[in-house]
T-cell receptor
Framework: EPEVTQTPSHQVTQMGQEVILRCVPI?????FYWYRQILGQKVEFLVS????????KSEIFDDQFSVERPDGSNFTLKIRSTKLEDSAMYFC???????????FGPGTRLLVL | GQQLNQSPQSMFIQEGEDVSMNCTSS?????WLWYKQDPGEGPVLLIA?????ELTSNGRLTAQFGITRKDSFLNISASIPSDVGIYFC??????????????FGQGTILTVHP
């Protein structure tokens, strides 16, 4: 069964450094999302992406965040200058057109020191 | 923004017991989804509900989309140890300006004692 994959599984970085989190959505899906989950809390929406542009973003998704689909398969989340409070699990999700069912990847655990 | 209240926060049950958890919202959703999350992993979709009043089963799991579109419940029958995990409800409103963003509940932590 097709799955959403994410790399790396874990990332440790110093405050102020840039990180890029990578996702490969399910191949026939057209809607892509990033969510984050701070330890012990609920999953929070960051951004949705469709037709090569951002559809919607949350208040969390400020100027330090950007997303890109550089080729036909990858979907990336970049944090330009990480802060301590960016430490969280980051989940990518993808969705097929016509069905509002999102499938999540295994996540990247980001730790900012 | 939209908020989902999920209850209970946690449950401790004996193997074989039935479990029920629910989510309520002050605003309507067009879709309700139920996910299970194991520690350190991503949410795994259990059941998707698309129509108000819909009752859907997936093995020992049954979920319903409330008539008012403001609530949903998930039942697990005859629980087993591998049911342990965190269960999340999520509401969606594709169309309009939301483009399918999901709003998640706070989660129900389920512990099953053998």
């Amino acid at each position: 069964e097709p799955e959403v994959t994410q790399t790396p599984s874990h990332q440790v970085t110093q405050m102020g450094q840039e990180v890029i989190l990578r996702c490969v959505p399910i191949s026939n899906h057209l809607y892509f999302y990033w969510y984050r989950q701070i330890l012990g809390q609920k999953v929070e929406f960051l951004v949705s992406f469709y037709n090569n542009e951002i559809s919607e973003k949350s208040e969390i998704f400020d100027d330090q965040f950007s997303v890109e689909r550089p080729d036909g398969s990858n979907f990336t989340l970049k944090i330009r200058s990480t802060k301590l409070e960016d430490s969280a699990m980051y989940f990518c999700a993808s969705q097929k057109p016509g069905l509002e069912t999102q499938y999540f990847g295994p996540g990247t655990r980001l730790l900012v020191l | 923004g939209q908020q989902l209240n999920q209850s209970p926060q946690s449950m401790f049950i004996q193997e074989g017991e039935d479990v029920s958890m629910n989510c309520t919202s002050s605003s309507i959703f067009n879709t309700w989804l139920w996910y299970k999350q194991d520690p350190g992993e991503g949410p795994v979709l259990l059941i998707a509900l698309y129509k108000a009043g819909e009752l859907t089963s997936n093995g020992r799991l049954t979920a319903q989309f409330g008539i008012t579109r403001k609530d949903s419940f998930l039942n697990i029958s005859a629980s087993i140890p591998s049911d342990v995990g965190i269960y999340f409800c999520a509401g969606g409103n594709a169309g309009g300006t939301s483009y399918g963003k999901l709003t998640f509940g706070q989660g129900t932590i389920l512990t099953v004692h053998p």
